[in-house]
Nanobody, 115 residues
Framework: QVRLVESGGGLVHPGESLRLSCVAPLTNFKLKAMAWYRQRPGNERELIISMTGDSMEITVDRSVKGRFTMSRDNAKTTASLQMNDLKPEDTAVYYC????????WGQGTQVTVSA
């Protein structure tokens, strides 16, 4: 049972940046489309950005388009989420997981954007 581990969250002011990281100890990581999800207070968990194993196809939710970018390092089996120009509405717990059939959710990492 694979355990995905997110890190990098914190408390920031509006307009600032954060970079989240995810370690996914999978032998077939390079074949897996990965994604970042978030769960804002009082809301369901939502998909915000995904990337195919070869990094060739990226989908981005309009709520973060132009501000968040995803990258991955298949050799290190890691995925990252660069978040720029953060807004209070980005406050959420952020998770990484598979794009298809996400499962075995980790604890996520809390991002709080507040003045």
């Amino acid at each position: 049972q694979v355990r995905l581990v997110e890190s990098g969250g914190g408390l920031v002011h509006p307009g600032e940046s954060l970079r989240l990281s995810c370690v996914a100890p999978l032998t077939n990581f390079k074949l897996k489309a990965m994604a970042w999800y978030r769960q804002r207070p009082g809301n369901e968990r939502e998909l915000i950005i995904s990337m195919t194993g070869d990094s060739m196809e990226i989908t981005v939710d309009r709520s973060v388009k132009g501000r968040f970018t995803m990258s991955r390092d298949n050799a290190k089996t890691t995925a990252s989420l660069q978040m720029n120009d953060l807004k209070p509405e980005d406050t959420a717990v952020y998770y990484c997981n598979f794009h298809v059939n996400p499962r075995n959710w980790g604890q996520g990492t809390q991002v709080t954007v507040s003045a």
